[in-house]
């Protein structure tokens, strides 16, 4: 033992970025026993073999694994120590998470239910036309703070049936403990409210599409079923971000139609998904990324059926704010002949500090 090096628990200290005290202590719980304790003086005497074992123990002490945990990592192998404090860190997620609510709520509650301040808000504008063939205008198009929808009713009672549609999103919307809702938790109330909508509609021997948006302050839900559609238009570029639930796209995805084929295919509203009061409704639900300066469009198929993307793309870039937007694709639509109803809602997300 005579060649070996011995380091002062000073040195050994400053090299492990443990203190010394932390060091005594280690010692009597065995956790880091010196290598050799001078009888006379009491004096700790480490070796510098012992400094990764240290620099462990350091670190285990940085994330808050509690000592008697420490230990039993230590005897550990490198694998069932990474998988011990893998498991660990699981645990301490999880109840961050917890307490993050709970301090959520504190909040919410000390503050009186005063709306949370949101760095990005909403400006919005809603247009529904009858069109210049139909007899009954079956769209229903809504925009509020928080929530953007178009419901395309069909069937001898398709007014009520998107009417339904909306009103459970509505309902959803006027929860004044919205901006709580975590992500997983809202997109479920969206599902829920979507079931609530159809068993309203099962008896009405009708349908509708339904595309909607849900803005919390701080996170964006997307619903979707039926062939209404949002766009998002994006540094320029036009983005559509729903998936038609019709029969044409059903086959342009099975490559036996092109998507040229599909615009004028004469049983393009032919839905595979609506809300018709069956069993089967299910929607599309996923949370949007939002980005200052995105602009959102959400429509019934009265207007894509009419005015091509390009056209869409071109007024959404170049209208000075979401009003001129609808009003200009409505009225592109009635230029077109417009045959079918037709609904938008634009939205333009920008910062509040602007
Ligand atoms: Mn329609």
């Known amino acids: 033992m005579g060649a070996v090096h011995l380091l002062t628990i000073g040195a050994f200290a400053k090299a492990s970025g443990l203190s010394p005290k932390a060091l005594r202590l280690y010692d009597e719980l065995e956790l880091l026993v010196p290598a050799r304790v001078d009888p006379a003086t009491g004096y700790r005497y480490y070796t510098a073999d012992q400094l990764e074992r ?28 990474a998988d011990r404090i893998s498991a660990y860190w699981e645990q301490v997620e999880a109840e961050v998470e917890a307490r993050r609510r709970l301090a959520r709520s504190l909040v919410h509650w000390l503050t009186e239910k005063a709306p949370s301040p949101s760095l990005l808000i909403v400006d919005f504008a809603v247009r529904s036309d009858i069109g210049l063939v139909r007899e009954l205008n079956q769209d229903t198009a809504y925009a509020g703070e928080r929530l953007l929808a178009v419901a395309d009713g069909f069937g001898v009672r398709g007014t009520p049936a998107s009417t339904a549609a909306v009103r459970a999103l509505r309902d959803l919307e006027a929860d004044p403990d919205l901006h709580l809702v975590q992500a997983g938790d809202l997109l479920n109330a969206l599902r829920g409210a979507l079931e609530t909508a159809n068993s309203q509609i099962s008896g009405l021997e009708s349908g509708t599409t339904l595309t909607a948006m849900m803005w919390t302050g701080s996170k964006l839900a997307l619903v979707h079923i039926g062939d209404s559609q949002a766009y998002v238009l994006r540094d320029g570029e036009l983005y559509q971000i729903t998936h038609d639930h019709s029969v044409v796209q059903f086959m342009v995805d099975e490559g036996r139609l092109t998507s040229e084929e599909a615009q004028s295919h004469p049983q393009r509203s032919l839905l595979v998904r609506a809300l018709d009061g069956n069993s089967g409704s299910h929607p599309d639900v996923n949370l949007q990324d939002v980005r200052p300066d995105d602009r959102y469009l959400i429509c019934s198929d009265g207007l894509t059926s009419v005015v091509p993307d390009s056209q869409v793309q071109a007024v959404l870039r170049d209208a000075g704010s979401a009003d001129e937007a609808a009003g200009t694709l409505v009225a592109m639509a009635r230029r077109g002949g417009a045959p079918d109803n037709v609904s938008c809602v634009v939205a333009d997300i920008r910062e509040a500090a602007r």
């Open 54 to 81: 240290a620099r462990l123990v350091a670190w285990l002490r940085r994330i808050g694994l509690p000592l008697n945990q420490i230990q039993q990592v230590g005897a550990l192998d490198p694998e069932q120590a």
